[in-house]
């Protein structure tokens, strides 16, 4: 009677239990042995993590070279227009050389250089 008491007790508990895995039974074909399921599972959480991180590497390096090539781009074309033929400056000509008849220097002649561009000396 004690053992049908108990018997009766746990019966609720049975059905609450979970059923058998039918689907994964190792006589049948394509069985997973479930310790190597969860090493996959686990490898490729790992995986997934690592290429989101070389991702973010990725976007983060691509991002500073672009910022050092804007960089370097505004510091060339700063420098090309501060050296621009239209902003000549006035050199004195204290010998004139060969070019003037006269012997002696005039005070006060001024010339300007003739303007340069890019690829002048290819041209020659």
């Known amino acids: ?3 049908l008491l108990i018997l009766t007790a746990l019966l609720p508990f049975a059905a609450l239990a979970q059923p058998l ?20 599972t686990e ?6 993590q690592q290429k989101g991180m070389l991702n973010q590497q990725l976007q983060t390096q691509t991002r500073t070279q672009q910022q050092n090539l804007q ?3 505004n510091n060339n074309t700063q420098r ?3 050296t621009q033929p239209g902003q000549q400056q006035m050199l004195p ?5 060969m070019l003037s008849g006269s012997s002696s220097p005039q005070s006060g002649d001024q010339h300007m250089l003739a303007p340069r561009s890019n690829g002048d000396m290819l041209n020659r």
Do not use: L
């Open 43 to 48: 490898m490729m959480n790992r995986q997934e």
């Open 80 to 82: 090309i227009q501060q």
């Open 93 to 97: 000509n204290t010998s004139p050389g």
């Open 1 to 3: 009677m004690k053992r």
């Open 21 to 40: 895995n039918t689907m994964n039974n190792p006589n049948q074909q394509g069985y997973v042995i479930p310790s190597q399921q969860r090493m996959q």
């Open 71 to 73: 960089m370097q781009m």
